[in-house]
């Protein structure tokens, strides 16, 4: 699996983000995560162009100008549609790589629409940092994209990070889409020594994430989901597991 980061001058996300991320994610999916870190001309929102791996890719860019004032002055955004970013990361969803996705310093479009993320069947997904309003939605939106790269459809569990209806960014997976990621792996549905351990791996990195103080998010974020994990992991070992 791999995670791109373009540079920006926007700084979104740190490189302690970036690691952050990476980290989770690999043991979140149990598969090793590659970061690719490319330069921010590598993006280039007006040239309209994606350059990835000495490969560039023409992308479908639109440009918004907000009514300026006599004290404000026009804000130019620029967006990209999902589907041309999907056409230059398409690459990059073979071998080594199971799934690929991109985070990017842009709003992304679908159809006119503006998006958090999307994924698409050729196992390549994308994340807007600009529209995701924390650290934890960016992680969160990543997540349930890459689920989507690897098979998992939506989720109608109150607290499944594939909820497409959820109000809020969660960590939770549902038993069934964690049932799911045992078979991915080939292990047996009733082999709770594999949740335990899971368990056991993500509550550190959790914990780390709840002291997050990056530039994208704040402390404190993932207080619930830390306190989740150690009663499952606490209800686990009374089950004598």
Avoid at 90 to 109: G, K, N, R
Avoid at 224 to 240: C, D, F, P, T, Y
Wanted: with cysteine.
């Amino acid at each position: 699996m791999a995670c791109i980061f373009f540079e920006s001058e926007k700084h979104i996300l740190s490189i302690n983000d970036r690691n952050q991320i990476v980290a989770l994610y690999a043991v979140y999916f149990g598969l090793e995560v590659d970061m690719i870190v490319l330069s921010a001309d590598a993006l280039d929102l007006t040239a309209g162009t994606m350059t990835i791996l000495g490969t560039t890719t023409i992308l479908s860019t639109n440009k918004k100008t907000s009514k300026g004032s006599k004290k404000r002055k026009r804000d130019v955004t620029m967006s990209v549609d999902v589907f041309s970013v999907f056409d230059a990361l398409v690459d990059l969803a073979s071998e080594p790589y199971i799934s690929t996705v991109a985070f990017m310093a842009c709003h992304l479009t679908e159809e006119g629409g503006c998006v958090l993320g999307r994924a698409c069947g050729d196992r390549v997904a994308c994340v807007s940092l600009l529209d995701c309003c924390s650290f934890k939605e960016t992680l969160c939106v990543g997540l349930h994209e890459l689920l989507h790269t690897l098979g998992f459809d939506h989720c109608n569990s109150w607290q499944c990070v594939l909820n497409a209806t959820g109000d809020a960014p969660w960590l939770y997976l549902s038993p069934v889409n964690l049932s799911k990621l045992k078979h991915m792996h080939s292990i047996p549905i009733k082999d709770n020594i594999f949740v335990l351990k899971r368990y056991n791996s993500l509550l550190p990195l959790v914990e780390g994430l709840d002291s997050h103080t990056g530039s994208n998010g704040g402390g404190g974020e993932f207080q619930v989901e830390k306190e989740w994990l150690n009663q499952r992991i606490q209800s686990m070992h009374a089950l004598g597991l």
